[in-house]
Structures are given as structure tokens and as C-alpha cells.
């Protein structure tokens, strides 16, 4: 008899309970199902990494790839948008430009001396017309934004102002960041473009024609980056010595005040103090008591050199009187520091901008010329007066130029009082000394010719020729005159050329007119002086100086205009000037306009061929193998298939599952 009882099962499987084989099965069965989706996914999407916890690496190499994706996009659509601004610009100019053909061939039909009074005052009516629409073209806005008026693009940058044209705007440049760390000037300024400032009214002395050097006292509050002439200091640690010694950092300190407060924090180790001296244009260092000073560098450094109180290891008998640290002018610098600290007189000056037929006029008194006012505050009060002109800081520092703004006025600037000085003080008052050749005469300028343009006949009978393109201002004139040897000259303060004969001889003294050239008469000096014992004199006819104009196109159809409207030959001619330098500077900036598109392109090509390659290493790693994936899914599908067949075999209900 056999007796039934639990079959032998070898498999460990085979003791599993019904439960655990179905878990089993069925997680398997799961995980093929997601592997299946997963691969649907990749194949709907083409991405390969469809969260970062697929590949952790591929998926942070993806992040910074598109990065810089996202970088380059930008600088692309920072190029396009410039690339607009700069073509719109070219536009501009280029309409500009054959106003000024039209212009001139009005000049030509009417300079002719045959031209009617009336003819010339239609021909006027037709220049301004073309004045209205070079104003127009200058005033082209781009993506809401006036090309031509620096950083103050909201608002029109030029404006119809007593028969001229002023500018309202800046002249600032306007930067594009179009790749990692570039950034290329993206516009053309309407300086450059169309001659919208005036040659500056440079802060000149008035003595020697040089640049002025208003030479601000040292202060407590003088920035450590305005001194030794704007070149600053090296700032480290100095080692000084009196009674003892202390190693000092300074690199912290941003002003002079710092420097001192910083030395005499160690007064107690080294009897030293520290203030400044009594020039004001430097540091004085005292030792308690006398002794020897010993001001020295530390670790190779400059700092005590470029402060003006190095000693060396010898020292200095205290106290120490330091070298003058030169600090330049700047926007926070008061009047009362001036020339040393003893400032400039308070009377004031006169800024006139005059057009034809108005006269733009401000007086800053005593008032705004104030021991305690700022330059920043002269600045804005000059700027802010009405009369279109622009005051900054020249580019050494050391004094103020003044520009005009308007266009079809002179500038100039006086004294506001019969005795004052302060225009003087500032190197700004309009004398004839300072005068470009140029703006003598009404306007009308001095002749010229290749060449010599005047002789100077002496009494020896020896000619002295003259090149007047050889200046630039009168004073250069009568440098070259005063510059023979038996020759002087000299700017009379009424406004005339006297020049004096020392020579031997029987002749007169003759200044004649040479080589077809008008500009001795032009200078008031042509004419002669009869033979007489000793030296001889020669006075010239007095000059007039109208001050300083802006020399673009708004002045050149201005000139013309007015010239047209007074049946003036002369000022007609002299258009012709005008309008030369007109179209030189819009051929200039139309040129550079040019280059800096050239440039955007250049950049742009490397953008897209950075981008494109970005984009190749980004997909080689993100995007999907089709084909492979394609594989995948039909083996997993496979693999489904035979999983659910062996489940429906393997989890089969018997008799047994209920024992």
C-alpha cells in the first residue's frame, strides 16, 4: 500500500507559497511594463534622459550646455537689435548726406554775385525745408528709443531753439554685451555723426595759452584715486618710526582723512602724527618731542613713495613736510580748494549763446561761486542755465571746458562784472588770444592758401613769409611773426597785431598780402610804416572774436539759410566750409557705423557656429538612439509576452493551493 502524504520538491521555488510567487511574477512584470513605457517615452519625446535620476552626469552636463545655449541667445538678440540700431543709423546719415548734396548745389546757383535778393530768399525757404528734415532724420527713434540721443533716448534729442538747432541729448556711447566678457559700442553718437558740440572752450591760462591747471588743495576728504595727478596710489603697508616702530596697513583707507586716522592710531607706539601740511597740497609728519623720522616701505612696495613721505633708512629730522601729491580736479572738489586752497573770487561770470536772431544769456554770480560750492554744483548750474551749453571736467583733470550745444550760435563767455576775474581764475574768459583763426571776423575767418599767405617786409629789405595753416589760433600768428629775431609782436589788450621793426636799414616796414592769399588783410595788419631812425611800429586794425560755434550740418544749412535770407555773398560763401566738414563727419561715422556692423556680423557667425556645436554635444548626450531604442522596446515587449504566458501557467488555481 502506498501512502499518500507532501511530495518531495527538490526547487526552493517550489516551497514558496502561492502569494510570494505571485508578488514575484508580477513585479517582474511591472518592471517590464515601465521599461516598455519608459522606452515609448524616449521614442514619443527623443530624449534619452527624461529625469535627472536616469543619468546624473549626462543630466548636469545638459544643464550647463544649455546654459550657455541660453547665453548665446541672448547675445544673439542683443546683435540683432543692435545690428537694427546701427542700420536705421546708416539710414539716417545717408539721408542726411544727400540733403547736403541738395544743399550744395543751392549754394552753387546762388554764391554767384548775379543772384537776386529775391531768388536768394525763396532759395532760403528751400534750405529750410532741408534744415527741418535733416532735424527730423538726426531725431529717428528705434524699438521706442532715439538713436541719436545717447542714454537720454526717451525724448528727441534735437530741438528748434532761436533760429538754431540745440542738442538735448548726451554724448555718451551706447554698449551691447554680444559675447562672454565683450561689450562693442552699438550706435553712433550725433556728435560724430552730424557735429553737434562746439570746439570746447578750454580752460586755458590765459597767459601762455596752455592748459590750466586749477591744482586743488589736499583734504581731508581728497579721494586716495584722484592723487599724483589722478594716477593714485599703491596702497599697502608703510613701517614708521619715532620713538618706536609700527607697521601700518593703509590699504584700507579710501581718502586722505583715512590715511592720517589710520597713522596716528599708532601715535602711541610711535610718537608720530600725522596731518596735512601747510601748502595743502601734501602730508606733514610731527614727532613728539623732535627726533628722527624713519618713513619706510615694506615687502617692496610704493605706498610711503607714492604718498610723498618716504624717507629711507636715514630718516628725516621731524617734522616731515611731504611731497606735493598733485590730487586732480573732481565733481566733489569745492571752489575754496583751488589754486592751493585759495580758491577763486566770487564775482561771477557771463555765458552768451547768440544765434542770428536770438541771445541765450545766464550770469552765475556770487551765489553759485561760494567757497563751499562743488565743482559738480558749477557744472550743473552751467549746464542747467538755458543757454545750451555743456560744462565737464577736462580729461587731465585739472581744470573745466565749456562747449556750445547750439547750433547757429556763439558762445562765448565774460566776466560778469567790469572787475572780475573769476572767468579769468577758471581759464574761460573769450579773448581774442585764445581765438581759432576761424572765428575771427564775424565768423568769416582768416584766408589761406598752400603756402606762404603774408610777407612781412622789413626796413633791411629781408622778407619774412608766413604760413597761417600753420595755426590755429591768433596767438600762434603772432608767435610766428614775434618768432624772427629782429622781429616782435605782440596782442594788443584793444584787439589789434602790433608788430615792431628793429632791423637796419632805409625801407619801410611793409606787411603785404602774398601767393593770391587774403590773410594778411583778413588779420587787420596789411599796410606799412615809413622809414624812421631806431625801431619801427606797425598797428594793425582791431579783430573781432564772436566766440565759438558747433561746425556740423545744422550749422552749415543755418549759415547758409540766413546767409540766402541776407543777400550775403560772403556768409554764402563760407558755407562752403561748413558744409565740407559736414559731410567729412557723416562720411566718417557712416564709416565706423559700418565697421561696427562688420564687427556684430563677425560675432554673430561665431555665435551661431558656437551655438550650433553646443547644441550637437547637448543632443549626443540627451537625445534618444532611435533605432536602438526602437530594438529595446520590441525585446521588452518580447519579454512581456513570454512573462505573461508563463504567469497564466505558473499561477494556475489547483486543488493544492487549498491544502
Do not use: C, W
Amino acid at each position: 500500500m502506498v501512502s499518500i502524504g507532501t511530495p518531495f520538491v527538490s526547487s526552493t521555488f517550489s516551497r514558496a507559497t502561492t502569494n510570494l510567487s505571485r508578488n514575484v511574477i508580477l513585479a517582474n512584470l511591472r518592471r517590464t511594463q515601465e521599461e516598455i513605457l519608459r522606452s515609448q517615452e524616449q521614442l514619443s519625446t527623443g530624449l534619452r534622459i527624461l529625469k535627472p535620476s536616469d543619468d546624473p552626469i549626462g543630466a548636469n552636463r545638459i544643464a550647463d550646455f544649455q546654459i550657455r545655449i541660453d547665453k548665446s541667445d541672448q547675445f544673439l538678440r542683443n546683435i540683432e537689435s543692435a545690428t537694427g540700431r546701427l542700420n536705421i543709423s546708416d539710414s539716417s546719415m545717408d539721408g542726411v548726406n544727400e540733403l547736403v548734396n541738395k544743399a550744395r548745389t543751392i549754394l552753387l546757383e546762388h554764391v554767384q554775385s548775379t543772384s537776386s535778393a529775391d531768388s536768394r530768399r525763396f532759395a532760403a525757404q528751400e534750405v529750410e525745408q532741408l534744415l527741418q528734415q535733416a532735424v527730423s532724420m538726426a531725431n529717428t527713434s528705434f524699438d521706442g528709443r532715439y538713436i541719436f540721443a545717447g542714454r537720454k533716448s526717451e525724448n528727441p534729442p534735437l530741438v528748434f531753439a532761436g533760429g538754431g538747432v540745440a542738442y538735448v541729448g548726451d554724448n555718451n556711447g551706447f554698449n551691447t554685451n554680444v559675447s562672454e566678457g565683450l561689450s562693442l559700442a552699438t550706435n553712433v553718437s550725433a556728435d560724430e555723426a552730424f557735429g553737434v558740440f562746439s570746439d570746447e572752450i578750454l580752460g586755458l591760462d590765459l597767459g601762455t595759452l596752455q592748459t590750466i591747471d586749477l591744482n586743488p588743495a589736499v583734504r581731508t576728504y581728497t579721494k586716495v584715486s584722484t592723487l599724483r595727478e589722478g594716477q593714485g596710489v599703491s596702497l599697502g603697508s608703510v613701517s614708521i618710526t619715532g620713538s618706536g616702530t609700527a607697521v601700518i596697513d593703509l590699504s584700507i583707507a579710501d581718502n586722505v582723512g583715512d590715511i592720517i586716522d589710520l597713522i596716528n592710531g599708532e601715535t602711541a607706539t610711535t610718537g608720530i602724527t600725522a596731518s596735512i601740511n601747510a601748502a595743502d597740497n601734501g602730508f606733514l609728519l610731527t614727532r613728539s618731542g623732535g627726533g628722527t623720522i624713519v618713513v619706510d616701505e615694506v615687502s617692496g612696495g610704493t605706498t610711503a613713495s607714492n604718498l610723498g613721505i618716504y624717507t629711507g633708512s636715514g630718516g628725516s629730522v621731524s617734522p616731515l613736510t611731504g611731497s606735493d601729491l598733485n590730487p586732480t580736479v573732481t565733481k566733489a572738489t569745492q571752489l575754496g580748494d583751488l589754486y592751493g586752497g585759495a580758491g577763486i573770487t566770487s564775482s561771477g561770470i557771463t555765458i552768451t549763446n547768440a544765434t542770428a536772431t536770438a541771445t541765450f544769456t545766464t550770469t552765475l554770480d556770487s551765489t553759485i561761486f561760494t567757497p563751499t560750492t562743488t565743482v559738480e554744483q558749477l557744472l550743473n548750474a552751467i549746464n542747467g542755465a538755458n543757454v545750451y551749453a555743456d560744462a565737464r571736467i577736462n580729461e587731465d583733470g585739472t581744470g573745466i571746458d565749456v562747449f556750445s550745444r547750439l547750433s547757429g550760435g556763439r558762445l562765448t563767455i565774460s566776466e560778469a562784472t567790469g572787475s572780475g576775474t573769476t572767468a579769468s581764475e577758471l581759464g574761460l574768459l573769450s579773448t581774442l588770444g585764445r581765438a581759432k583763426l576761424s572765428d575771427l571776423n564775424s565768423g568769416n575767418g582768416v584766408d589761406s592758401v598752400d603756402g606762404a599767405d603774408f610777407r612781412i617786409v622789413r626796413k633791411d629789405g629781408t622778407a619774412v613769409y608766413i604760413d597761417v595753416d600753420n595755426a590755429e589760433r591768433l596767438q600762434d600768428v603772432v608767435d610766428a611773426i614775434d618768432s624772427d629775431t629782429l622781429l616782435s609782436a605782440v596782442l594788443m589788450p584793444s584787439g589789434y597785431i602790433q608788430i615792431t621793426d628793429t632791423s637796419s636799414g632805409t625801407g619801410d616796414l611793409r606787411v603785404e598780402n602774398f601767393n593770391g592769399s587774403f590773410a594778411a588783410t583778413n588779420l587787420g595788419i596789411e599796410g606799412s610804416t615809413s622809414n624812421a631812425p631806431g625801431p619801427i611800429t606797425f598797428s594793425g586794425t582791431s579783430l573781432t572774436f564772436v566766440g565759438v560755434q558747433v561746425e556740423g550740418i545744422f550749422t552749415a544749412l543755418i549759415n547758409l539759410r540766413d546767409g540766402l535770407l541776407s543777400n550775403d555773398t560772403n556768409k554764402i560763401t563760407r558755407s562752403q566750409r561748413l558744409f565740407d566738414i559736414a559731410q567729412s563727419k557723416i562720411l566718417g561715422a557712416r564709416s565706423s557705423n559700418g565697421a561696427r556692423l562688420a564687427g556684430l556680423e563677425l560675432t554673430k557667425n561665431r555665435l551661431d557656429s558656437q551655438k550650433l556645436e553646443l547644441s550637437k554635444l547637448m543632443s549626443d548626450i540627451r537625445d534618444v538612439d532611435f533605432a536602438e531604442a526602437a530594438t529595446r522596446m520590441q525585446l521588452q515587449m518580447n519579454i512581456l509576452q513570454a512573462g505573461l504566458a508563463t504567469a497564466a501557467r505558473i499561477l494556475q488555481t489547483s486543488i493544492l493551493d487549498y491544502l
